[in-house]
């Protein structure tokens, strides 16, 4: 229940973030009788799809599989209209979700966690939200998102651009007309590649510096039929089961041969599957060894580079557009709607940042080595401080006052990705060295959810009071989570899954790549292992074990 003890608010748990996160385990708390409390900073649910709404914003993963499992009438009665959903209907069951379960009644919007400190002699989180109130909370969620926290390029100026700058991360809710005008896109990750050939069907003209070349593939994007939707719905116990028990929460046929071990023939006929269904992951796992062999990576990545090639008119530009500096898929790899054909239009034109750096933004527009550019309207598709930034940038005290950033300075360090030692009784969803991002996020989120719930009872149903991993379990873990990195091709990209893409971020591997089967059938070992790799404190026992 809810109470006030005059001293503020208490709940049994606070959870941040309105995203699909959130809505969940607010769903899944109350169906076991929790109370509990949503902070979310927007005004709006949704998360990643409430902020993300640049032109062209779409799911990379397949409507049909990009939806909560949870409640089979909700599968049923919501019926996706593409292939791959753009952001608008996203957010539209986002808040068809809220509105079917009641969410909105404990979401606090417009509310921000500034600091969150354990109250180790009380068992309690003391949660000081951005409206000046301090809630204490037993347990201590974190839903905040993988993605979330947006970074602006380091650059000599980035805040003296006279005119409009929009970064894709939190795009303004009315949208932006470009019609008439020069525009610079900085940034050429997904977000820049999906919103680059709308931006040029409007702007006068489009200027993209590219720092690295990103690996694309057309999605193929379609309507589906009412057939595919049906047979769907029909066959949704069996599809969600194979996405529990897959590597990337998908289901996909696993590939048997190497390819190394196939004609070039045979090679390319399966890579141009891939490349013509817009299947993203059936192109990393064409073959057994794709992500975990350099040799034959690069088959991959020539058979793309070979695409672009042919798409791309001008040899230079196609060129500059071919990613050499990285294997396929160790840096997200993009699905596009007419990227690379974009740079056959006249009023666009590609900068190669690795021959002319920028060196600054001006009042008026972008100076590179060798060339100052104007511009009426500057985006910013520079992505994110991914995994860790939405986490640290809260001020969150653990037990003998250590922080989590403190904590993370060398390298994230939790228990599954979803616990820390010296954190009792919080949690993170998909947080780092869990699959997350290595993931269709829906499946990874359902099953943290669904963990969670699974502690949270144990502790009450055994008269607990608090639950931290021991800082063995945390080694084992951080080692573990190394170990399968180290055996991929992951680590040799400079990404954002490796930190690389922030400044003095410690370079580490941070989502699991392990796959969701086989992370989940680890994490329930340990349940069932009467949770190994955690201490219990009792509900009248003053300190942890
Ligand atoms: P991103 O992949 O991190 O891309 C950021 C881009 O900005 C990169 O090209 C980066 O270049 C460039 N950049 C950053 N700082 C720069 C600087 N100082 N100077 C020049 N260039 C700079 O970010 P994102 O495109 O927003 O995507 C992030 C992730 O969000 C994706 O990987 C994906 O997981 C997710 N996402 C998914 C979808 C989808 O589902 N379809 C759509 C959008 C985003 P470098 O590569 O050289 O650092």
């Known amino acids: 229940m809810t109470q006030s003890n005059g001293e503020g608010r208490s709940v049994d748990v606070v959870i941040v973030g309105a995203g699909f996160g959130g809505m969940y385990m607010l769903h899944h708390l109350r169906q076991l009788g929790f109370a509990a409390k949503v902070l979310e900073r927007g005004d709006g649910v949704g998360g990643t799809w409430y902020w993300n ?16 499992s949870f409640d089979e009438q909700l599968e049923q009665e919501w019926s996706w209209s593409e292939k791959y959903s753009p952001q608008p209907e996203i957010l539209t069951y986002a808040n068809h979700v809220a509105d079917r379960f009641d969410l909105r009644r404990d979401i606090e919007f417009e509310t921000a966690v500034d600091r969150a400190v354990w109250d180790d002699a009380a068992a309690v989180w003391r949660i000081h939200t951005s409206k000046g109130e301090t809630i204490s909370a037993q347990h201590y969620v974190m839903a905040s998102g993988c993605l979330s926290h947006s970074k602006l390029p380091e650059i000599k100026g980035v805040h003296s651009f006279r005119g409009p700058t929009y970064h894709t991360g939190h795009w303004p809710h009315e949208g932006v007309d470009f019609t008439g005008l020069r525009v610079g896109v900085i940034g050429t990750g997904s977000s820049g590649i999906q919103s680059i050939p709308l931006i040029a069907q409007q702007a006068a003209h489009v200027t993209v510096f590219q720092r690295t070349p990103n690996f694309s593939m057309p999605a193929g994007n379609r309507l589906l039929t009412e ?3 049906s047979s769907m719905k029909a066959d949704y116990r069996a599809q969600r089961q194979a996405a529990k028990e897959s590597g990337f929460g998908v289901p996909v046929e696993l590939p048997t041969k190497s390819a190394l071990e196939v004609t070039e023939e045979e090679r390319n006929a399966k890579y141009e599957q891939g490349w013509s269904e817009g299947n993203l992951v059936a192109l990393l796992l064409a073959f057994t060894d794709v992500i975990t062999d350099k040799a034959a990576n690069d088959t991959a990545a020539e058979f793309i580079r070979n695409k672009i090639r042919s798409i791309v008119k001008d040899p230079q530009t196609a060129e500059d557009l071919c990613p050499f500096d990285h294997p396929v898929g160790t840096k997200r790899p ?4 007419g990227y690379y054909e974009t740079f056959n239009r006249q009023n666009v034109r590609l900068v190669n940042l690795r021959r002319t750096p920028l060196t600054e933004i001006t009042p008026s527009g972008v100076c590179t080595s060798e060339e100052t550019f104007e511009f009426d309207a500057i985006v910013f598709a520079t992505g994110f401080d991914a995994m860790t930034g939405a986490l640290v940038n809260v001020d969150i005290e653990g037990r003998d006052g250590i922080t989590l950033k403190d904590k993370w300075k060398d390298g994230t360090r939790t228990y599954l990705g979803l616990m820390v030692h010296g954190f009792p009784n919080f949690y993170t969803i998909t947080g780092p060295a869990s699959p997350s991002v290595f993931s269709n996020m829906m499946v990874s989120i359902e099953q943290h959810v669904e963990l969670i719930g699974t502690i949270l009872s144990h502790l009450r149903n055994n008269h607990k009071s608090a639950i931290e991993a021991t800082k063995e379990a945390e080694d084992f873990w951080v080692e573990h989570n190394n170990e399968a990195g180290a055996a991929t091709l992951y680590p040799l990209a400079n990404s954002w899954y490796m ?4 400044p003095g971020k410690p370079r580490v591997l941070m989502p699991y790549i392990g796959g969701v089967g086989v992370y989940r059938q680890e994490c329930d070992e340990i349940v069932a292992d009467n949770f190994r790799g955690f201490t219990m404190r009792d509900a ?3 300190a942890m074990a």
């Open 53 to 68: 709404r640049y032109p062209g914003a779409r799911c990379d993963v397949e409507s049909l599989f990009y939806s909560y």
């Open 227 to 229: 057939a595919e939707v």
């Open 334 to 337: 993009c699905l596009d709607t």
């Open 499 to 502: 930190g690389s893409n922030v």
């Open 540 to 542: 009248r026992t003053p």
